[in-house]
C-alpha cells in the first residue's frame, strides 16, 4: 500500500457504515436496508453534525437517494449557533457527473453541495450540476481521491465524514485516505454473491491495510466496533 499524503494536506477522514453479521452493507439489489436500530441512527446523526461535510460515491446516491441531512433540529440549531449551516457539505464522488439535480441530495435541506467530476464528464451534465453545487474537477477518467481531498482541506474542511458506498470505502482504503473506520454490526444475514460488503474493489494481494481496536462496545441488538487504520 502506498504511502497515504501527509494529514496536514487532507482532512481527518473516517468511514462510518452499518453492516449485517456477514458483512453486507446493502441487499443483492444493492438497496439499504435496515440493520441498526434508533440508537446508532441517533449516534450517526450525531456524527454528522460534527462533521464538516460528508462523501459518498454516486452509486449511493443512484441506489439510496439519501439527503444526507442533520435530522435533530437541535443539532441543527447548535450548528446555527456556532455559525455554520444547518448541514455540513455533502460531497458526491460523481466522475461522470450523473447525480440527478432533483435527487434528494440537491433539494432537502440548507448547506452546500460539492460534485467531485473527472475530466471526461459530459459537459452538459457539469453545466446543469453548476448551477446548485460547486464542481471539483480531480482527474482524468476517475476522480483522483487524493486530489479531492486535498482540494476539499483548501476549502476548509477538515473533518470528513465518508457513508460509502463499497467502490468509494475500497478507493479511499487502498489509497491510504482513511484514519478510522466505525462499523456498526447488526444481528441480521443479508447473503448473497452480489450484495456489497464494507469494502469491495479489486481487493489487496499483499500489504493488507490493518487496523488497531480503538472501542467495542454492544449497541442495541448488534456490536459498535472503532478501528484505527494503521498505515
Not at 481527518?12 to 452493507?25: L, P
Not at 460539492?114 to 474537477?137: D, G, M, R, T, Y
Not at 484514519?179 to 452480489?194: C, P
Not at 491495510?209 to 459498535?224: A, H, P, R, Y
Request: net charge neutral.
Amino acid at each position: 500500500m502506498e504511502k497515504k499524503p501527509d494529514i496536514s494536506t487532507r482532512p481527518f477522514v473516517f468511514i462510518n457504515a452499518a453492516m449485517s453479521a456477514d458483512g453486507k452493507i446493502a441487499t443483492i439489489k444493492r438497496r439499504q436496508t435496515r440493520i441498526s436500530g434508533n440508537l446508532d441512527f441517533d449516534r450517526m446523526d450525531e456524527l454528522r453534525a460534527t462533521s464538516e461535510a460528508i462523501m459518498v460515491g454516486i452509486g449511493t446516491v443512484l441506489s439510496d437517494n439519501p439527503s444526507l441531512t442533520v435530522k435533530s433540529k437541535e443539532r441543527r440549531e447548535t450548528r446555527r449557533s456556532m455559525g455554520f449551516e444547518e448541514n455540513p457539505t455533502r460531497i458526491v464522488v460523481d466522475s461522470m457527473a450523473r447525480t440527478s439535480v432533483d435527487a434528494d441530495i440537491m433539494r432537502k435541506g440548507e448547506g452546500k453541495r460539492i460534485i467531485a467530476v473527472c475530466e471526461n464528464a459530459p459537459q452538459e451534465n457539469v453545466l446543469e450540476l453548476s448551477k446548485i453545487a460547486e464542481i471539483i474537477c480531480a482527474g482524468e477518467r476517475n476522480v483522483n481521491l487524493a486530489k479531492l481531498l486535498i482540494e476539499l482541506k483548501n476549502h476548509g474542511i477538515r473533518k470528513l465524514m465518508v457513508e460509502g458506498g463499497a467502490t468509494l470505502n475500497w478507493g479511499l482504503i487502498s489509497e491510504g485516505l482513511v484514519d478510522e473506520i466505525y462499523t456498526f454490526i447488526g444481528n441480521i444475514i443479508l447473503g448473497g454473491r452480489s450484495a456489497p460488503t464494507l469494502v469491495d474493489g479489486e481487493g489487496f494481494v499483499s500489504d493488507f491495510c490493518k487496523l488497531g481496536l480503538i472501542s467495542c462496545e454492544i449497541l442495541e441488538d448488534g456490536v459498535l466496533i472503532k478501528w484505527k487504520v494503521q498505515q
